[in-house]
Nanobody
Framework: QLQLVESGGGLVQPGGSLRLSCAAS????????VGWFRQAPGKEREGVSC????????NYADSVKGRFTISRDNAENTVYLQMNSLKPEDTAVYYC????????????????????WGQGTQVTVSS
């Protein structure tokens, strides 16, 4: 069964940190780009960060630059999103998705290229 599984969400105070994990099973992430997206209630889904696994190329939304870091662990077949200095406006359900893209730069828009999605993990930033 080919799937992505997110974990690591939770409730954190403003200024705190969380690390999200996106673990792939049934396929290897080599050759893929992995994107993190989020959707808050009443808002459209937005791209947060992405990484092209083969090259290590990364991209970030302006709203998270300097606070979030995306990385991959090829041995664990997992992509991580380290989130620091969290703000209430970061509250959302976070999803990871995979796009077969061996060498091209990853994309922050969630078009049909991202055809494998996880179930999402809730991140709530509140005091």
């Amino acid at each position: 069964q080919l799937q992505l599984v997110e974990s690591g969400g939770g409730l954190v105070q403003p200024g705190g940190s969380l690390r999200l994990s996106c673990a792939a099973s049934g396929f290897t992430l080599n050759g893929y780009a992995v994107g993190w997206f989020r959707q808050a209630p009443g808002k459209e889904r937005e791209g947060v960060s992405c990484i092209t696994v083969n090259t290590g190329y990364t991209n970030y939304a302006d709203s998270v630059k300097g606070r979030f870091t995306i990385s991959r662990d090829n041995a664990e077949n997992t992509v991580y999103l380290q989130m620091n200095s969290l703000k209430p406006e970061d509250t959302a359900v976070y999803y990871c998705a995979a796009d077969y893209r061996p060498w091209a730069s990853c994309l922050l828009r969630s078009g049909p290229n991202y055809n494998r999605w996880g179930q999402g993990t809730q991140v709530t930033v509140s005091s």
